[in-house]
Structures are given as C-alpha cells and as structure tokens.
C-alpha cells in the first residue's frame, strides 16, 4: 500500500482527485507499558507499517469518511454537530479528532473528504488507532495550515480518543506516532511530553527485534484497562502524590507498606518497577549494551502478567517459547488481554526463535502467530 494507491483510493470513492496524502506509523513499544497513565517513562519506536490518509478540503460543512477496510460505506457527518458519543465504529476516531482541533479553537468549520488505508494490524496492540488519528490530524493540519507542533497534534489525537471515543488511553501511542524517527527508540516522559531520540539498531549489534501478534483482539474500551487506571490513580491518592511516577524505586518496599490491601500493592510494584526498566532499558542502549536489554523485558513480562494481570495465556506462551529458544528476552506489548509480544533475539537464534513460537501455538491447538522482524 502506496500514497499512490491511497490517492487513487480517494478518486474511486470521491470521484475527484485529493489534495494530498498523510501518513504516520504504528508503534511497538520496547518497554514501559502503563506507565504513560502514570506520568511515567516509556520506550516505544515506529513501525514500518502506516495508515495513510487521501484528503481534500471541503466548505460546505461536512466531514465525509471512508475506510477501505469497509468498501462502499461512506460516513457524512457536519463538523458543527460533532459530539463525544455520537458517532459509532472506526469513524469515530477521525471525527474525534476534527472535534479535538474545533474544540481547540483550530478553524476546520469547512470540513473535509477523507479516504483512510492502513497496514497496522487492528486489534494487535501496535497502536491502529493512534495511527489513524495522528494521519487525520496531520491531514488537517496540511489543508487547512493550522499549524501546532507534533507534539500537540499527539495531544489532540490523545484528546479525541479520550474524550471523543471514550477510551482513556495515555499519551505514549500519539506520541509515538507523530514523533518517533527511523533507526532509534523514543525515550519519552509523558508528564511534560520531554523526549529524546536513543539510537537503536538491532541489525547492526547482531541482534534481530520480532513482533509476534498472536491474533487474539484485544478492546481497550471494555473497562478492564480503565479499572486499572483506575486502581493506580486511586493508590496515587492513597499515597499522597500526583501519580505513581512520583514514588522512586527506592522507595517502593516502604510505598507498599502503606498500602491498604494486595490489589493496590500489585499494580504501585508493576507501575513503578517498570519505570524503573524503562530507565534501565534507555541507560543500556546508551551504552551499547542492548543484549542486557533481554532480561528486563522478561521481567516485565512477569510483572504485567502477575502484578497487573493483563497478559494471557497467548502471549504468556510466546514469551516462554521464545526465551525457551534461545531468545534474549520477551514482553507483552501493548494494553494486553491479547493482541502482540516483542521478541529480542540473536540474529543467530532468530530463526530457531520463528519455528519455535508457531510449533508451540501448534502443540497447544492454537492458530498460528504472525511474527515479523521490525528494522532499526
């Protein structure tokens, strides 16, 4: 899937040409995973996968949508009447975010035709949805001039799925989309959106990053995830402070013990142990030393999946078929309850990595993962 391609996509659906095509990644994320609603640290990087978004402006008012994972069917919506709540399935990310800029005070009263194809697989924890949000916003942004740095339009795009779709994801996937470059991970505090590039190339250190999606959808929206926010802010509260990234790891054994009972201490452990990876993590690939990166993902894996339960057993089986095969070390990636693991391996155990991972899923009964490698 090409610009071109999504170009002459618009002009089968429109029957006119667009005025141009914007595109932004998914995401894996190495490490760090809820943190982000903690004001924490994370360690995501871009995908080679894209959504790319045709578009052409309009001054009639209306927003017109069309996927072409869904032929045929086009939505027509007035700018003015865009509302949270009000707009069913996958439109509802586009819109919210022409909501998200009106609200704003950004002017895109005259609407706009938008035709959206995407590679990121939906459902698989590689952030589709920040994808096709921040592709919208930065449509937006090239037809009608509205001018905010990417880190607002991440901002923005955050917004909308928050306040528009109702899903209260963190900052870390939009961020990730608009910011993240080629051949590094992004090394990012989601309290005041500071960020930096940190080199990382697998292939050139002899190692290779897989990401294997198991197949099995994950749904953000259907409350476990808010539960859990939930449950962090409300130990936050419990102990006194802004949000969990502001108890240091040194301080956890006697955070703990202030803690009423084991949920709260479960989820402080894993939020803040996981700062503490994600620091780690950066310092190693600081110092070229990313094959001591395997252990930490491991870990985290163990934590998200004994401290924060939101692993499964999919991916609790990539994790200990991959390290099984020789891998330096597997994680979870993603809200969990199903969607893609992030496998870093050797480049020479790599393909014993790629047969060991499907012959598990085969052993179990289970359909076989997608696994490809993700380039520096």
């Known amino acids: 899937m090409s610009a071109a391609e999504a170009a002459a996509g618009f002009a089968a659906v429109y029957g006119t040409a667009c005025e141009g095509v ?18 924490g640290f994370v360690l995501p990087m871009a995908l080679p996968h894209r959504t790319r978004v045709a578009a052409a402006a309009r001054t009639d008012g209306l927003l017109r949508l069309h996927s072409a994972a869904a032929p045929g069917t086009v939505s027509e919506l007035a700018v003015a009447d865009l509302a949270p709540g009000a707009v069913p399935g996958w439109a509802a990310y586009p819109a919210g975010v022409v909501w998200a800029l009106r609200e704003a005070g950004h002017d895109v009263s005259g609407g706009a035709d938008l035709h959206v194809e995407s590679e990121v697989p939906v459902g698989a924890g590689l952030s589709s949805s920040a994808a096709l949000e921040v592709a919208t916003a930065l449509a937006l942004d090239g037809l009608y001039g509205l001018g905010p740095a990417r880190p607002e339009l991440a901002r923005l795009a955050q917004r909308a799925e928050n306040a528009f779709v109702g899903v209260p994801c963190g900052i870390m996937d939009q961020m990730a989309s608009a910011c993240c470059t080629e051949g590094h991970v992004l090394h990012l505090d989601t309290r005041d959106l500071s960020w930096r590039q940190i080199p990382f190339d697998p292939a050139a250190w002899g190692l290779r990053l897989l990401v294997v999606d198991t197949g099995v959808k ?3 929206g259907d409350g476990e995830y808010a539960r859990r926010r939930e449950g962090c802010e ?24 202030r803690l009423p009972g084991p949920g709260a201490r479960a989820l402080v452990r894993h939020v803040v142990g996981e700062n503490h990876r994600v620091e780690q993590v950066a310092a190693l690939l600081d110092a070229g030393d990313p094959r001591l990166v395997g252990p930490l993902l491991t870990a985290g894996h163990a934590s998200l999946r004994d401290d924060f339960a939101v692993s499964c057993a999919e991916l609790d089986l990539v994790v200990a078929a991959a390290c099984g095969a020789g891998a330096l070390g597997a994680r979870m990636t993603g809200a969990g309850f199903g969607g893609s693991a992030v496998v870093l391996a050797e480049e020479a155990d790599a393909e ?8 598990a899923f085969e052993a179990a009964g289970l359909r076989a993962p997608r696994i490809f490698a993700v380039p520096g």
């Open 22 to 39: 914007w595109e932004a990644p998914g995401r894996v994320n190495l490490i760090g995973e809820y943190t982000d609603v903690n004001d």
């Open 352 to 359: 014993a990595v790629e047969k060991a991972v499907p012959a």
């Open 234 to 257: 409300a130990a936050a509260r419990a102990l006194g402070v802004r949000a969990l990234r502001d108890i240091a790891y040194e301080e956890l054994d006697a955070a703990l013990a």
């Open 218 to 220: 994950h749904e953000v």
